[in-house]
């Protein structure tokens, strides 16, 4: 059973655009909800992350839009840069049970 | 540098045979993960550890084992190899406090059996 889903699973945006990654999640005792970004070869990394009792979090070009009544949450890149290619997870956990459970990923392409 | 450190960082396995994959870091964070990831399936859980001497099941446990003598190690074991556990191996680690429950993953394991 997939506790969060992920979409899309591939992406290409051009340089400058807007790259919007979505993820929708079952279980309602889920409250932190982070994003990771992964380069090829390398682990995934932190990116930002977001609790329930806010609907937007924005850190620099990233921004996390939450919206709890419909259970999903969403990742934007603005100005999108080719430097901002790779793959990139959302995931989830709820106090008490800090056990991450991840999206499958999604593959950003930025073009010039 | 701070981190978690992961060994070796690929290896090529026959059926069969067993493996431990290493796995310390120097952050002393209490708990500690080990993820496999598959294209099209993201990052699962295999095994997990709280705090060291305990260690529990995630989502895809059999044929895996673990232990924590320390705080530091977390050695992943493959006791008979199967070409199904072919996969890229992540160790992570999450600090104990503070807001931020955000992992800190070393560089992966890249195993493949055959």
């Known amino acids: 059973q997939q506790q969060v889903k992920q979409s899309p699973q591939s992406l290409i945006v051009q340089k400058g655009g807007i790259s919007i990654i979505n993820c929708a999640y079952e279980n309602t005792a889920f409250d932190y909800f982070p994003w990771y970004q992964q380069f090829p070869g390398k682990g995934p990394a932190l990116l930002i992350a977001i609790r329930p009792d806010v609907s937007e979090k924005k850190e620099g070009r990233f921004t996390i839009s939450f919206n709890k009544s419909a259970k999903q949450f969403s990742l934007h890149i603005m100005d999108s840069q080719p430097g901002d290619s790779a793959t990139y997870f959302c995931a989830a956990s709820k106090e008490g049970n800090e056990k991450l459970t991840f999206g499958t990923g999604t593959r950003l392409t930025i073009i010039p | 540098i701070a981190g978690i450190t992961q060994a070796p960082t690929s290896q090529i396995l026959a059926a069969g045979r067993r493996m431990t994959l290493r796995c310390t870091q120097d952050m002393r964070h209490n708990a500690m993960y080990w993820y496999r990831q598959d294209l099209g399936l993201g990052l699962r859980l295999i095994h997990y550890?709280?705090?060291?001497?305990?260690?529990g099941k995630g989502e895809v446990p059999d044929g895996y084992s673990v232990s924590r003598a320390n705080t530091d190690d977390f050695p992943l074991t493959l006791a008979s190899a199967v070409p199904s556990q072919t996969s890229v191996y992540f160790c992570a680690s999450r600090p104990d406090t503070g807001d931020n429950y955000g992992y800190t993953f070393g560089s992966g394991t890249r195993l493949t059996v055959v």
């Open positions: 550890s709280n705090t060291a001497g305990t260690t």
